[in-house]
Structures are given as structure tokens and as C-alpha cells.
T-cell receptor, first 118, second 116 residues
Framework: DGGITQSPKYLFRKEGQNVTLSCEQN?????MYWYRQDPGQGLRLIYY???????QKGDIAEGYSVSREKKESFPLTVTSAQKNPTAFYLC?????????????????FGAGTRLSVL | AQSVTQLDSHVSVSEGTPVLLRCNYS??????LFWYVQHPNKGLQLLLK??????LVKGINGFEAEFKKSETSFHLTKPSAHMSDAAEYFC??????????????FGGGTRVLVKP
């Protein structure tokens, strides 16, 4: 079954704690993305990676960190510096440039992780 | 820079009646446009995409959208709503700049309520 797997589905963070959200894809996609979704605000881009061992900040990167050591994995760490982490986090992937001019822009999403603060 | 405005935050329709979700965009380049649907506590599913071929785009589940460059619009329609269409819908734009890293810009979403 090809797709994007996010875990856990629900996560709770204590004050001052770092937590890591997992995102794995078996679609052989080059590009991966992390979004944050708050009610009524659509999705905002946190970080993205177009290739292994490389990633760029999105629009709201402060308080977050990522790594891309393997093509299929793009974990997101929510650090203690993120003062308002409660949100729904979505991971996505796309073929990237290798997918051609049309397919490269299509992003496929995981089912999300809901993060709350204790 | 690119942006997307979904003109209605909520739309309520009766089952069997047409659905219209309005979207206007701005983009400095020839854009790709998408509609995604999100059911509660789920990820986003692609409904349809426009990529400069036909201006009328047909998607899954009976949805279609028309690209109108002169109006910078990409409205989503369905002739007859089903109860299963109750969800949140996002209009999305992507330009073709390589440096943008295939970044998508999302509208704020339109929540659709279907009444029996």
C-alpha cells in the first residue's frame, strides 16, 4: 500500500519538552513538506525538503526543526521554543522535479498528527 | 508572490442541490491550481488540478472547476450534493518557479454543510 504514514495520531507535550512527529513515505518522492493547520487559517508551511540531506525553512519555521537523512523519512521536532504548539500537523510529499512539469506540484498528504499541550 | 482567497468560509446546501465554492487567486507566473478536500481529523485529498491544459477541469466524486484567467478565479462546483460531501475544501495555487521548491499556497478553507 503506497502512501504517507504519520505517527502518532495524537501527541501531548509538557512544558519545556521537545517532541518529534514522524513522517514516512513509500512513494519514492523526492520532496517532502510539513504544514501546520490551525482552525480557520488553512495550512501554513513549516519546512520543506526537495532532496535528501537538504531542507529549507517555510513561512513559520521558528520553534521547529527537521532532518532529512533518508529519502523516505522527514521527522519534525517541535522544540520548547515553540510557545503555541497546539495544532494539527500535516506531512506531504511530491515527486519534485523528477516527476515532470505537471506532476511535480501535486502533493500527497498523510492523515495528520494532533499535538496538544498538557 | 502568490495568494488565494476563498470567498466563503462556510457554505450550507441541501442534499441534491448544486454546490458552488468560490476561489480567487493571484500569481506572478502561470500557476497550477488545485482543490483539495479534508474530512474531519483526516489529511487532504486531491479533488482536481488545473495545469494550463483545458480550462474546465473534471475531478473525483463529480466535482469540476473552471479556470478563468480574466477573472483570476477557479470556482469549484458539483451539480448535486451528497451527504458525504460535508467536509472542508481548500483552493491551492502553485507557481512554477524552481526556486520556490514547489511550494503551495492555501486558501483559508470553505466548510461545507449538507442538510438532508
Amino acid at each position: 500500500d503506497g502512501g504517507i504514514t504519520q505517527s502518532p495520531k495524537y501527541l501531548f507535550r509538557k512544558e519545556g519538552q521537545n517532541v518529534t512527529l514522524s513522517c514516512e513515505q513509500n512513494l519514492n518522492h523526492d520532496a517532502m513538506y510539513w504544514y501546520r493547520q490551525d482552525p480557520g487559517q488553512g495550512l501554513r508551511l513549516i519546512y520543506y525538503s526537495q532532496i535528501v540531506n537538504d531542507f529549507q525553512k517555510g513561512d513559520i519555521a521558528e520553534g521547529y526543526s527537521v532532518s532529512r537523512e533518508k529519502k523516505e523519512s522527514f521527522p519534525l521536532t517541535v522544540t520548547s521554543a515553540q510557545k503555541n504548539p497546539t495544532a494539527f500537523y500535516l506531512c506531504a510529499s511530491s515527486p519534485g522535479v523528477a516527476g515532470g512539469p505537471i506532476a511535480k506540484n501535486i502533493q500527497y498528504f498523510g492523515a495528520g498528527t494532533r499535538l496538544s499541550v498538557l | 508572490a502568490q495568494s488565494v482567497t476563498q470567498l466563503d468560509s462556510h457554505v450550507s446546501v441541501s442534499e441534491g442541490t448544486p454546490v458552488l465554492l468560490r476561489c480567487n487567486y493571484s500569481s506572478s507566473y502561470s500557476p497550477s491550481l488545485f482543490w483539495y478536500v479534508q474530512h474531519p481529523n483526516k489529511g487532504l485529498q486531491l479533488l482536481l488540478k488545473y495545469t494550463s491544459a483545458a480550462t474546465l477541469v473534471k475531478g473525483i466524486n463529480g466535482f469540476e472547476a473552471e479556470f478563468k484567467k480574466s477573472e483570476t478565479s477557479f470556482h469549484l462546483t458539483k451539480p448535486s450534493a451528497h451527504m458525504s460531501d460535508a467536509a472542508e475544501y481548500f483552493c491551492v495555487v502553485s507557481d512554477h518557479q524552481e526556486a520556490a521548491g514547489n511550494k503551495l499556497t492555501f486558501g483559508g478553507g470553505t466548510r461545507v454543510l449538507v442538510k438532508p
